[in-house]
T-cell receptor, first 111, second 116 residues
Framework: DVKVTQSSRYLVKRTGEKVFLECVQD?????MFWYRQDPGLGLRLIYF???????EKGDIPEGYSVSREKKERFSLILESASTNQTSMYLC??????????FGDGTRLSIL | AQSVTQLGSHVSVSEGALVLLRCNYS??????LFWYVQYPNQGLQLLLK??????LVKGINGFEAEFKKSETSFHLTKPSAHMSDAAEYFC??????????????FGKGTKLSVKP
């Protein structure tokens, strides 16, 4: 079974901090994704990656960056955290055209 | 361009009653369609998927959905609701063609409550 692991379930950070959210998948999937989920807005795509060192912007990339140095790991970086980035963050991976598999999410609070 | 509309942000049913969650999609290319479920404080779990084979798709936990091209719909049903079905449900569309077109576009979600 595919396992997508997000390093933290809950995280509290302060405004202006640099924040790293880590995601690891164990199925050698080429495609990885970062979403944020907010009540009433559903899931919105922040960034995605089709291969190592490759990244593409999703629908809401502003204020975020990503890193994919190894195939199994996809990191989301908040360069300077702000309160409007308080949200649930979900990582997913996919093999080819198969359905995406999701991690359990990181609930991030920026104070 | 693709989009998904889920009708009703909250649906409440009694235990044992029919569950019907509505999803309409828009897509300029042949779509793949998905239903995901999210239990509190968890990620999304795939319930079922339509990928251009049979139009009636059966999923896990007794759920099924029917692809109706003429109505651009992919409604989710379950004949008899169980308390454990209480969760948030997301409909999503992607493109048959994969690549960046294979990225999922999600609806805003429907929260299902089940009354005893």
């Amino acid at each position: 079974d595919v396992k997508v692991t997000q390093s933290s379930r809950y995280l509290v950070k302060r405004t202006g901090e640099k924040v790293f959210l880590e995601c690891v998948q164990d199925m050698d999937h080429e495609n990885m994704f970062w979403y944020r989920q907010d009540p009433g807005l559903g899931l919105r795509l922040i960034y995605f990656s089709y291969d190592v060192k490759m990244k593409e912007k999703g629908d809401i990339p502003e204020g975020y960056s990503v890193s994919r140095e190894k195939k199994e790991r996809f990191s989301l970086i908040l360069e300077s955290a702000s309160t409007n980035q308080t949200s649930m963050y979900l990582c997913a991976s996919r093999d080819g055209n198969q359905p995406q598999h999701f991690g359990d999410g990181t609930r991030l609070s920026i104070l | 361009a693709q989009s998904v509309t889920q009708l009703g942000s909250h649906v409440s049913v009694s235990e044992g009653a029919l569950v019907l969650l509505r999803c309409n999609y828009s897509s300029s290319v042949p779509p793949y369609l998905f239903w995901y479920v999210q239990y509190p404080n968890q990620g999304l779990q795939l319930l079922l998927k339509y990928t251009s084979a049979a139009t009636l798709v059966k999923g896990i936990n007794g759920f099924e959905a029917e692809f109706k091209k003429s109505e651009t719909s992919f409604h989710l049903t379950k004949p008899s609701a169980h308390m454990s079905d209480a969760a948030e449900y997301f409909c999503a569309v992607s493109s048959y063609y994969g690549g960046s077109q294979g990225n999922l576009i999600f609806g805003k979600g429907t929260k299902l409550s089940v009354k005893p």
